[in-house]
């Protein structure tokens, strides 16, 4: 049985506390919220910190709700918190479609969207969905709070601005008329990606304003197909467009070949997820 190395473990009670703890503790600290991701990298000895600040009690940075227009998730909210919000879903229907496919219900339960995130994992689903929204994350910080956007949040694979000391408090997207939408290709039910694209659009008067594409598991630099956004925006939502737009993304996309498949079979799903997320998002 593997087990991590020895470590020490401290609760916080709150954000200032968490900070205060990882301060005292320094650079070899990590934070652990639902510890899918981190556990299984200590037992795997590919991560070893030396203290652990347990953040599961931080009760301010759990709850998910509407505040000033925006819709606003806690670090600690749970996968399945966020699925069983319905305003989030009504909203932003992209947030569900994503955490229906995301593990299983052990996963969903313990697993959170602020350890989803600041993991970076490029098969992580909420990366491309949160980049796809145009969130701002909010950070707390020994230099006091932040604000960044999603967008400039992932800097590689697992690897995030994110400094020592720092703690992802909540991620707000802001409440505005769009269709959206998240399709996922895997092997079996609750695995991780093969491939994945959400969308978010806003029309008016049969323009798109505004468009967020995020690919997941494809290779796509900071999780967002870039250049198919600027050929849809200001156009007309059609089909045609969207298959271009699929495409573009294709084409600019750097998948790269593992046990899920090779480069051209994600290339693939890359274009054709991209076109399909579009057409299921504006219906
Ligand atoms: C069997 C299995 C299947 C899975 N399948 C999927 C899937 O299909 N799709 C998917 O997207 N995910 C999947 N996951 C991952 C799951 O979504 C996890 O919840 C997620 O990776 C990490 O969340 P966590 O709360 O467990 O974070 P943790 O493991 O506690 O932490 C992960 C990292 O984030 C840091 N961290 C956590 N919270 C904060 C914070 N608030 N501020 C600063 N740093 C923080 C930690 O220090 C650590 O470096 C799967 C996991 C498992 C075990």
Redesign the pocket.
Known sequence: MQVPASFQYRKATSVEDALTLLRAYGPES????????????MKLRL?H?EALID?NDVDE?AGIRVEDGELVIG??A??ADLLACAEAGEHFPILHD?ER????P???N??????????A?P?????AVFAALRATLV?HGPQGTRTVPAREFFVGPYQTV?EQG????EIRVPLRESASAYLKV?RRA????VGAVGAVVSVADDVIEEIGIGL?ALGAERFVAAEAEDFLRGGPPDGDRFVEAGRIAAARCRPTADQRGPVDYKRHLAGELTTRALCRAVG
């Open positions: 990590a934070v652990i919220a639902g510890g899918h991701s981190l556990l299984p990298m991560a910190p953040i940075i670090a600690l749970r996968h994503a496919v995301i593990a299983d052990v996963v969903r313990r697993g959170t969207v602020g350890g989803s995130l600041c993991q994992d098969s992580e689903d909420l990366s950070v994110l720092e703690l992802l408090g895997d609750g695995d991780w990606a997941t």
